[in-house]
């Protein structure tokens, strides 16, 4: 397909220490002259002072996720779903399996109430936005434009113990017909919300290649008590997933990654 080949891997020009999942935070009060703040909720927690053409400052704050898993639509040989809640990757993928069948794999990624509640007391006053931001370990068989979208999920579920290509099949967590051992999902392949809490990106072979997600309104409708924070799932859009030509493979460093930049 000549729309697929490219092949990219992590970049080194951005001014952070890992590649961590983060989520950043937004807030501009710049008609005091107080400092706004841009957090990331990542496992580092530092402070950088930047300057923005409105003249405001900001700030960088990490913190870690709480819990994070790849879910996969192929099961094993023996028919069984695996957890891969400790892999040090997180994977979206989009392709056909051995017998033709479209397959797909998601991300499901969660930040803790408490965090967030606190970098939300403490670290911002007025106004803010909030992207959730993963670095891009390699991505191979890209078409020429692709979008993830980032869904509300809707209930609890459980990391697991579990690494991608396990054999046996750990089912210790959640997987693709699973939200924890012996409690399924409604829906296979993760329960979640498309609604106004919803976002997208979309991303062509010029672009950087790492998630930079908005989430602003699932951060400020968990903030006001509306919704519950149960965390989010990215996935390829419909018409782009469980593809049965072509493949699309995206791979993100995830929390239990122990690949640290300078």
């Known amino acids: 397909d000549g729309s697929h080949g490219a092949n990219y891997c992590g970049r080194g020009d951005h001014p952070v220490s890992c590649r961590m999942p983060c989520c950043h935070y937004t807030d501009a009060t710049g008609s005091t002259g107080c400092p706004g703040l841009l957090w990331h909720l990542h496992?580092?927690?530092?402070?950088?002072?930047?300057?923005?053409?409105?003249?405001?400052?900001?700030?960088?704050?990490?913190i870690y996720p709480e819990?994070?898993?790849?879910i996969l639509s192929e099961p094993n040989t023996a028919g069984v779903y695996g957890n891969a809640g400790l892999d040090e990757i997180l994977e979206v993928r989009s392709y056909p399996d051995d017998d033709g069948i479209g397959r797909s794999s998601r991300i499901l990624i969660k930040f803790s109430d408490r965090d967030i509640r606190s970098a939300l007391s403490t670290k911002v006053s007025g106004s803010y936005s909030a992207s959730l931001h993963l670095y891009l370990a390699d991505g191979a068989q890209l078409p020429q434009d692709y979008t993830l979208e980032a869904h509300r999920i809707s209930g609890s579920w459980l990391q697991g113990t579990g690494k991608l290509g396990d054999s046996p099949a750990n089912t210790t967590g959640v997987t693709w017909t699973a939200r924890e051992p012996g409690n399924n999902w409604a829906i296979a392949?993760?329960?979640?919300t498309d609604d106004s809490n919803s976002s997208s990106q979309t991303f062509n072979l010029l672009s950087n290649l790492d998630i930079d997600i908005d989430v602003t309104s699932y951060i400020t409708s968990f903030e006001g008590g509306s919704i519950n924070n149960d965390g989010i799932v990215l996935k390829f859009e419909d018409n782009q997933e469980n593809e049965l030509t072509?493949?699309?493979?995206?791979?993100?460093?995830?929390?239990?990654?122990?690949?640290?930049?300078?």
Do not use: W
């Open 43 to 62: 496992l580092e927690r530092r402070y950088e002072i930047r300057r923005t053409r409105q003249h405001y400052r900001m700030a960088i704050y990490r």
């Open 67 to 70: 819990k994070d898993a790849t």
């Open 246 to 262: 072509s493949s699309i493979n995206l791979k993100y460093f995830g929390s239990n990654t122990s690949t640290v930049f300078p």
């Open 189 to 192: 392949g993760c329960d979640f």
